[in-house]
């Protein structure tokens, strides 16, 4: 499973209010609707740029704060392909494999990608490569029953091919 896409860069901590502000969240279960309004407080202008297969690339802690999963929805809605990060906070990280949004922590990402930049991610083999400038960093693969998850989409249809 291998991802392409530009690369948005966002720092440390973002938490799950500047991922969808909560003035949105409560309003509307609508993931479409909400996308609209992904990143809003950390950039008013980055949705409206956000095109399929995006990849965003951040620093340390990202997805802190709610437990809810619309952070993970929106952002899939949205159109990003997938998140490389320092570091995640623990439940948005499980939020994001439930949903099917590939996450991936690689120590100090940040420092190798620039906005606009074109990513690959090489979800089985463990390799993330900065396209623009040539360089490769590696993480560790999903275990086998995550990338099953991945691959279906999302922990509910997963579920529903194994009846």
């Known amino acids: 499973m291998i991802l392409k896409g530009r690369v948005w860069v966002l720092g440390d901590h973002v938490n799950t209010d500047a991922i969808i502000p909560a003035k949105y969240k409560f309003k509307s279960g609508d ?7 992904v990143f809003e407080d950390l950039d008013p202008a980055l949705t409206s740029k ?5 990849i965003v690339v951040a620093g340390r802690n990202f997805g802190m704060g709610s437990s809810r999963e619309h952070a993970p929805r929106v ?40 906005e606009g930049d074109v990513a690959s991610i090489d979800l089985e083999k463990g390799v ?11 993480f560790s693969p999903y275990p086998e029953f995550i990338m099953s998850i991945m691959k279906a989409g999302g922990l509910t249809t997963y579920r529903k091919s194994l009846v």
């Not at 993931?31 to 309004?37: F, G, I």
């Not at 956000?50 to 995006?54: A, L, P």
């Open 50 to 54: 956000i095109s399929s297969g995006d």
């Open 128 to 138: 993330v490569r900065n396209e623009t400038t040539g360089i490769e960093l590696k």
């Open 75 to 114: 952002i899939k809605a949205a159109g990003i392909s997938a998140i490389v990060a320092c570091s995640f906070a623990r439940i948005f990280f499980r939020n994001a494999v439930n949903v099917g949004l590939p996450v991936i922590e690689v120590k100090d990402v940040n420092r190798h990608f620039k």
């Open 31 to 37: 993931m479409e609707e909400l996308a609209k309004h």
